[in-house]
C-alpha cells in the first residue's frame, strides 16, 4: 500500500529526493513515529525527547493544580505512575540524546521532585539526595545495564545475542 509508505534517508550531506510508486509519489521524511518513538533522520532522538517532555510537562501542571486538595503520599503515587512513567518507554532507544535534551529531562525531574517532596528551596541534587532517587538518565543507563546482563547470560531470545558480539580478553 503506497499510501503507507514511508522512508528516510540518513546519510550527512542533504539529500532529497522522493519515489514514485505507481500513482502515488512516496516522500522522504524527515521524521517517523514507529511504535510510539520519534526516529529523526540525524538519529539524536531530539524530536522524541521533546515529545515526551511536553507530555510530562502537561500533565505535571495539571498535578500542579490539583495537588494542594492532595494529600502527600497519594501525590507521590501519580508523580511516579502518571509523569515518570513517560521516560520510562524504551529508554534504550533515546537514552543517548544530547546534552540539552538531558538538560530538559532533568528540569522535568527536578518540577516533578519539587511537587512530590513539597520543597521549594533545594538544588536538583539536593532534592536528589533527599528523596533518594536517580535521575531519569541514570535509570535509563540502569535499564541498559540490565540488558547486558542478560545477553552475557544467555536471558535474551537468541537474535540479541547474535547482535552483540562478545569479546573475551585473554589477559588477567
Same mark, same amino acid.
Given at each position: 500500500?503506497?499510501?503507507?509508505?514511508?522512508?528516510m534517508?540518513?546519510?550527512?550531506?542533504?539529500?532529497?529526493?522522493?519515489?514514485?510508486?505507481?500513482?502515488?509519489?512516496?516522500?522522504?521524511?524527515?521524521?517517523?513515529?514507529?511504535?510510539?518513538?520519534?526516529?529523526?533522520?540525524?538519529? #539524536?532522538?531530539?524530536? =522524541?525527547?521533546?515529545s515526551?517532555?511536553?507530555?510530562?510537562?502537561?500533565?505535571?501542571?495539571?498535578?500542579?493544580?490539583?495537588? *494542594? =486538595?492532595?494529600?502527600?503520599?497519594? @501525590?507521590?503515587?501519580?508523580?511516579?505512575?502518571?509523569i515518570?512513567?513517560q521516560?520510562?518507554?524504551?529508554?534504550?532507544v533515546?537514552?543517548?540524546?544530547? @546534552?540539552?535534551?538531558?538538560?530538559?529531562? *532533568?528540569?522535568? =525531574?527536578?518540577?516533578?521532585?519539587?511537587?512530590?517532596?513539597? *520543597?521549594?528551596?533545594?538544588?536538583? #541534587?539536593?532534592?536528589?539526595?533527599?528523596?533518594?532517587?536517580?535521575?531519569i =538518565?541514570? @535509570?535509563?543507563?540502569?535499564?541498559?545495564?540490565?540488558?547486558?546482563?542478560?545477553?552475557?547470560?544467555?536471558?535474551?531470545?537468541?537474535?540479541?545475542?547474535?547482535?552483540?558480539?562478545?569479546?573475551?580478553?585473554?589477559?588477567?
Amino acid at each position: 500500500n503506497a499510501d503507507k509508505c514511508h522512508f528516510m534517508t540518513m546519510v550527512t550531506r542533504n539529500s532529497c529526493f522522493d519515489f514514485q510508486v505507481g500513482d502515488t509519489t512516496i516522500k522522504n521524511s524527515q521524521e517517523e513515529k514507529i511504535l510510539g518513538v520519534i526516529i529523526d533522520k540525524n538519529l #539524536n532522538f531530539q524530536s =522524541h525527547v521533546n515529545s515526551i517532555c511536553k507530555i510530562a510537562n502537561q500533565k505535571l501542571n495539571a498535578l500542579f493544580r490539583v495537588s *494542594n =486538595h492532595m494529600m502527600p503520599n497519594h @501525590r507521590k503515587i501519580l508523580i511516579d505512575s502518571y509523569i515518570k512513567s513517560q521516560f520510562n518507554y524504551c529508554p534504550l532507544v533515546w537514552m543517548f540524546c544530547s @546534552r540539552s535534551s538531558i538538560r530538559k529531562i *532533568n528540569k522535568i =525531574h527536578e518540577r516533578t521532585l519539587r511537587l512530590k517532596l513539597n *520543597n521549594y528551596c533545594d538544588t536538583f #541534587n539536593e532534592l536528589i539526595s533527599i528523596s533518594n532517587e536517580a535521575t531519569i =538518565h541514570q @535509570r535509563c543507563t540502569n535499564f541498559l545495564m540490565v540488558e547486558v546482563y542478560k545477553v552475557l547470560n544467555g536471558h535474551t531470545p537468541k537474535i540479541m545475542k547474535e547482535i552483540f558480539t562478545i569479546l573475551r580478553n585473554i589477559y588477567n
